[in-house]
């Protein structure tokens, strides 16, 4: 297979309560190609997580051994708790062609960047920030300190949208992932990805 035949590597970052949750389920519905990166985090599990699933629930000493271990892509501290993508997997299935998606904060995109500057990266805004407020205060997960922690990050998270390579407000889950499947047709048709395509029309393979 050759390079630009690749997956993409997708990042999705933005405040907790944007919305990021059901718009990656909707985007990956139906969508063999592309494949979500399941993360692990040393953050309890809320009512209804499932381990493997929607994230690795380990203990701080087993995610430091990991860490030690080379077998974290990127890792990042988030409101008190570790959070990390495994490298397993991600490589192989982007070399198969697949794009997959990583949902994952900004100390974490960061270093992705940096590691593989073709990533192409998401920032997803909520429309108001009163509108993040309540979208926290629905999801009824969390206590009132860790919503006020959440909020307070937020805030500080959204101010690093101007470094990612496309921004998006998150108004409704259907034009936001009508928007994001625009950006991953246009990513590839970018002529350091499509090469190929130029050799086997000039080759009339
Ligand atoms: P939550 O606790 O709400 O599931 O996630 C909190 C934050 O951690 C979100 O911004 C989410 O995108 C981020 N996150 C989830 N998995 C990872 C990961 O593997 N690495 C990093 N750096 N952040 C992650």
Redesign the pocket.
Known sequence: MNDNDNGLLLI?????GAG?GTVLKELLHGNDNMKL?V???T?PP?EGECHGI??FFMTKEEFEEQIANGEML???E??G?Y???PSAQIMDWIEEGRDVV????V???R?IKEKRPDCVSIFVLPPSLEELENRLRYRNTEDEETIQK?LAVARQ?METARDYDYVIVNDTVEHTVEQINKIIAAEKLKVSRAKSNIERVLNND
Do not use: V
Request: proline residues 3%; positive net charge.
């Open positions: 999705f970052s933005g405040p907790s990021k990166s993360s692990a985090t953050r809320r929607h994230y990127e890792h990042a988030y409101c708790r959070y990390g993508t990583l949902e994952i904060e100390q974490g995109a270093q959440r998270e």
